[in-house]
């Protein structure tokens, strides 16, 4: 080996060894995500996959495209990823590709609740007063007062909380066959 070609290893190995070893250090000191599960899930009803607003009702696996474009016609599709934004609200609806049919919600306004009254900005001890105990804790050690709470299964309602309060509600689940 030239002189100049043992310098430019070095130099690589001086570099990759160094990247390597921070990677690793930040790797290992990364905070634990905890999941703690119910003693059994919440069985939701066909209704907690409702969101009501004035302009009428969307139903997750079964409210069409057509049909939140005629709910919130001044909203905007957000490119080609199936999701659209409500102008107006802090609320974004996602669609599946094929069905165009409404597969999750983001609600982040308090002006919009769940089927049982559960909105942005209330407190967690409001959400267990109407949903129930059971639900799937995750949250991170580094940060214990930020949590997630999981009600259901392949449906869902989930509550992105804050120091005890709802920051954001997603509420989803799978597309309804034959719809």
Excluded: C, W
């Amino acid at each position: 080996m030239r002189a100049a070609e043992k310098k430019e290893s070095f130099v690589v190995l001086a570099i990759v060894i160094p990247v390597v070893l921070m990677f690793a250090l930040i790797s290992s000191s990364a905070p634990e995500v905890v999941v703690l599960d119910p003693p059994q899930l919440t069985l939701l009803a066909e209704q907690d996959l409702v969101m009501s607003i004035p302009g009428g009702d969307v139903k997750v696996g079964s409210t069409t495209r057509d049909e939140v474009m005629t709910i919130f016609p001044n909203g905007e599709n957000l490119g080609r990823s199936g999701m659209f934004h409500a102008a107006g609200l802090d609320l974004y609806i996602t669609m599946s590709r094929d069905e165009e049919v409404v597969i999750r919600l983001d609600i982040a306004d308090p002006e919009i609740t769940t089927s049982r009254g559960i909105r942005a900005n209330d407190s967690f001890d409001q959400v267990v007063a109407e949903y129930g105990p059971n639900y799937t804790k995750a949250y991170d050690t580094a940060a214990p007062q930020k949590f997630d709470a999981y009600y259901g299964d392949e449906q869902y309602v989930l509550f992105k909380v804050e120091d005890n309060v709802v920051k954001k509600i997603l509420i989803g689940g799978p597309v309804v066959p034959g719809v």
